[in-house]
């Protein structure tokens, strides 16, 4: 385990803000901390980059406990993205990217260059945005400045508090898509905090779902919804549960009990088997796709299912009854 948390206590007068937990995150795993307001989701990212101290129990990163070493040593290797994005309003785009490896004694040739580097992959050119101040930037535009400025002096851990919290429904999805696509985040350790469910299955490889400073249930997605360990897992989930439900199963999870379909038509969508349920039906409704008729992509033997929209659902229900029992 790259991050080991044992026994972890916080406490504010006299009341555990986090209550005796314990969890590991792999090296390049991405961990969602998910649950109800006030659970101890933020107080954890704090006392993993020691801006507050645990009252009890331990953080150990690569085996060492964060606590015997120097705190602003330890935030130099740790990108940290806050929920109110916290940009230096009197520093441009390009000096609030640099704040890091200027802090690391970078040459400023490499810092240029990183930050140029950072700043196309997040989508931001640099020969409109790099002199820009925060004022004049969208929400949209400050969150991927911060994401970039985390990520300037290529750190192997990333935490992240809601960076998408701010954005409308709109931004906020398509910036989520991005994010799994950005190849600076490729093989990085990332704990991030959510409070949306969407997003926590979106982006995690294991959800933690707490309440009451306690953890109720680590998992993978599918298995929150399939399996819960509890009755507040269940209900948690309730209110989205047939979407989230399609979110967590892919093609591939269904793809044996799909019945093929014909079509006539030349001109059809094509989906990989990885691509989750719930963006295949959005889809075809968005795209007016003829008939409802599509093919799958099977990526290991490289054949193709044609079938419909009606055959996935049919095929979803039954899959959904087995995975249930």
Known sequence: MLIEVSNLTKNFNSQPAVDDISFGVEAGEILVLLGTSGCGKTTILKMINRLIEPTFGEIRIKGKNVQTQKSEELRKRIGYVIQNIGLFPHYTVEENIGIVPNLLNWDKQRI???TLELMEMVGLPPDDFRKRYPEKLSGGQQQRVGLARALA??????????????????????????????????????????HDVFEAFELGVRVCLMDQGKIQQIDSAKNMIFTPKNEFVKDFFQVNRFQLELKVLTLKDILSEIEPKESSCDNIETFEETTNLLDVLETIEQRSLTQSFFRIK????????????????????????????
Request: a positive charge; proline letters at 5%; charged letters at 30%.
């Open 112 to 114: 240029t260059r990183r």
């Open 153 to 194: 002096a290529d750190p192997p851990i990333v935490l992240l508090d809601e960076p998408f919290g701010a954005l409308d429904p709109i931004t906020r999805r398509q910036i989520q898509k991005e994010f799994k696509k950005l190849e600076m985040l490729l093989n990085k350790t990332m704990i991030l905090v959510t």
């Open 298 to 325: 099977d990526t290991r033997n490289g054949q193709v299912v044609e079938t419909t929209s009606e055959a996935v659902i049919a095929a979803f229900y039954k899959t959904k009854t087995k995975l249930s029992k």
